[in-house]
């Protein structure tokens, strides 16, 4: 059964791919090397002994998307990872974002709808909540006004999905994660931010390396434990797996609806400071950071109720948060000592 993985070759994207070969599937991936290098392929190979199809393409090509399609009539279902996903530059370069992030979705549904039958998982995110009025966050939870040209796509998405869904043989399912950290246990594949890393964990960890001076701890005097933002950290190998339990579920008929939304964290919060101890207490050193002023756009506490993938889908995680930095870790430390 022959899955296409778009942005396969990305953090999250990579580690699906190794979970998909590992179920059986055959796997093609898409990815136009913007955020990922195609060295990730020997990683993936040196974990599953199969070296998936791989085509460098850009998606917001819509012929070559067609084109990708007429090769590949035989692609039963997509997981769609490929997207950018930096906040912060989605405020200062708008239509980036909605070109990148909406248009390839359209014209991977397009191609899909002509299909009598297709599966389509749609990486989204709990950026759609915003600020939720009650923690832990449920999939009945209201969806705020976007904070973000990048949350705003994930929003249009989700009802550009839900909408096709209503008109054409595909059923979907929504996935609303929250905060993928760590690396694949065999430390052969990782996360691999190009540039100043947008997220926490890979900024801890560089820092952690010398590339960084400091961390920046963006104030302390929120209304949480020790006054620092509160995050759901999910294993990137917990999530990996929730995406093929997910699209098996639509392959063997056992969706309720047309499509479907679940939550995947861990179901726990926590807070910067504590992923900062979690770190020192794994890599047995101190980190250097400075407390700093608020950051426009971030939300106080996100952490999921994972009940209805707990239940529905079966899933739960695995990995502790200092198992997930811990991988983290050793990823980083290979990779700078391989560059040395």
């Known amino acids: 059964m022959k899955i296409l993985v778009t942005g396969g070759l990305g953090f999250i994207g990579s580690h699906t791919v190794v979970e998909l070969q590992n179920e059986g599937f055959e796997v093609v991936i898409i990815d136009n090397l913007s955020n990922a290098t195609e060295d990730v392929l020997n990683g993936i190979v040196a974990i599953t002994g199969k070296k998936p199809l791989f085509e460098k393409l850009d998606l917001r090509e819509k012929i070559a998307v067609q084109d990708f399609f007429k090769r590949h009539p035989d692609v039963v279902g997509v997981i769609h990872f490929a997207a950018s996903k930096a906040v912060g530059e989605s405020v200062g370069n708008p239509l980036l974002y909605y070109e990148n992030n909406i248009s390839s979705l359209i014209y991977l549904l397009q191609e899909l709808q002509q299909k009598e039958e297709s599966h389509f998982i749609f990486s989204s995110s709990c950026t759609v909540y915003g600020q939720a009025d009650v923690m832990p966050i449920n999939e009945n939870a209201s969806v705020k006004p976007a904070m973000s040209p990048y949350g705003n796509t994930k929003q249009i998405g989700e009802e550009i999905i839900t909408d096709v869904t209503k008109v054409s043989g595909i059923t979907a399912i929504l996935l609303r994660y929250f905060n993928p950290i760590g690396a694949h246990p065999s430390i052969e594949i990782g996360e691999l931010p190009v540039g100043v890393p947008q997220n926490l964990v ?139």
């Open 202 to 340: 890979p900024f801890i960890t560089q820092t952690g390396m010398g590339l960084r001076k400091e961390l920046s701890v963006y104030g302390d005097d929120y209304p949480t434990v020790d006054g620092t933002c509160v995050r759901d950290y999910i294993h990137v190998v917990d999530l990996a797996k929730a995406h093929v339990i997910a699209l098996q579920r639509l392959v063997n008929k056992k969706n309720s609806a047309k499509i479907e939304t679940f939550n995947l964290g861990t179901g726990t919060g926590s807070s910067v400071l504590e992923v900062i101890q979690a770190f020192e207490k794994v890599s047995g050193q101190k980190l250097p950071y400075t407390i700093v002023g608020r950051r426009e756009g971030d939300v106080v506490s996100a952490y999921a109720n994972t009940d209805k993938a707990n239940t529905i889908l079966g899933w739960k995680t695995q990995a502790t948060l200092e198992v997930g930095i811990a991988s983290a870790w050793k990823w980083e430390q290979k990779i700078r000592n391989k560059n040395l």
